[in-house]
């Protein structure tokens, strides 16, 4: 099994593009980040209501680090000639956390299943040609727990490796959680316990 990557290829905003029609046929292809498939299929609907009277509206998404997570459909044009296209587009720029949705116009020419899998793989690649990229690090929340009596030297540690403690709770010890960047992390691990005597103890709780 390959190592997970440190860093990755995402999109920096939302925008879209609308190539020269074919055969009377609008493509405009939206595009945007999306960490999740709720937010991925959000995207789609918002999509799908600024262009309501559009007769299709095919997306493709690909999710995680790895982009291990995808989605594609056809809604309603033939299998494979439109969601397909698309992802492989999205892959092929090699961008992850990214959504791409196809809005077609129809012109009153049918292009083909091969015609339409240029068209709308054309549209969301040229989509993607122009929008800016996001170089990603991989994040890991880590779970500290430590004693009142350590707080001055875990909050040293945070200062030193510029973290924010996030989700505070203050019981009988102080839990807090951080985002740290995956490289990081052993590192970031290690001079918590050496600067608590080992007695502050992480938890990683996503994304290693």
């Known amino acids: 099994m390959s190592a997970a990557p440190e860093r990755f290829t995402t999109l920096a905003a939302a925008s879209r593009y609308e190539p020269e029609k074919i055969k009377g046929s609008r493509f405009i292809a939206c595009v945007a980040p999306a960490a999740t498939s709720e937010e991925a299929s959000g995207f789609v609907e918002s999509v799908r209501a600024d262009f309501s009277d559009a007769r299709h509206v095919c997306f493709a998404w690909r999710l995680g680090a790895a982009g291990d997570v995808t989605r594609s459909n056809d809604d309603g044009e033939p299998s494979g000639s439109a969601g397909r296209p698309i ?10 956390n990214a959504v791409a949705a196809v809005v077609r116009y129809f012109g009153g020419v049918k292009l083909g299943v091969g015609g339409l899998m240029r068209a709308y793989g054309g549209a969301a690649g040229q989509a993607l040609d122009r929008a800016e990229l996001l170089e990603v690090e991989v994040q890991v929340r880590l779970r500290c727990v430590h004693s009142y009596g350590d707080s001055g030297a875990v909050q040293g540690v945070l200062a030193a490796w510029d973290l924010t403690a996030q989700d505070e709770e203050y019981g009988e010890a102080v839990c807090f959680s951080i985002d740290v960047g995956l490289r990081a992390v052993e590192a970031v691990e290690t001079a918590l316990r050496d600067a608590t005597a080992a007695r502050a103890t992480t938890e990683r709780l996503e994304g290693a």
């Open 87 to 96: 992802l492989m587009q999205i892959e092929g720029h090699e961008v992850s």
